[in-house]
């Protein structure tokens, strides 16, 4: 079994910060690429940023220079630090691994999400 669970969300007034944590769990053989999605009302799940873990990441415009995706392989933990929060930047963020697990063929697996609200 794995699981993905992510923490860190909460209530930030704008131009705060906040650092969410995504730890992966369970029986896994490697993990690939790890992912930061959001979810806003009324809006398509995005892309928000991407780590490889080949020394690459890549981000959503909306986010270039205010947002941070970094990875502890020993840990099979993601963060992604916030800075310089806007209202837009409220929704539900999720965490996503590409991952290689022992006992199951599925490759990607998502958490449960957090929820982060930026009042104006």
């Known amino acids: 079994q794995v699981h993905l669970v992510e923490s860190g969300g909460g209530l930030v007034q704008a131009g705060g910060s906040l650092n969410l944590s995504c730890k992966a769990s369970?029986?896994?053989?490697?993990?690939?690429?790890m992912s930061w999605y959001r979810q806003a009302p009324g809006k398509q799940r995005e892309l928000v940023a991407t780590n490889t873990g080949a020394g690459t990441t890549n981000y959503a415009d909306s986010v270039k220079g205010r947002f941070t995706i970094s990875r502890d392989n020993a840990k099979n933990t993601a963060y992604l630090q916030m800075n310089n929060l806007k209202p837009e930047d409220t929704a539900v963020y999720y965490c996503?691994?590409?991952?290689?697990?022992?006992?199951?063929?599925?490759?990607?697996?998502w958490g449960q999400g957090t929820q982060v609200t930026v009042s104006s």
């Open positions: 996503n691994a590409d991952l290689r697990s022992r006992f199951s063929t599925q490759r990607y697996y």
């Open positions: 369970g029986s896994i053989l490697s993990i690939n690429a």
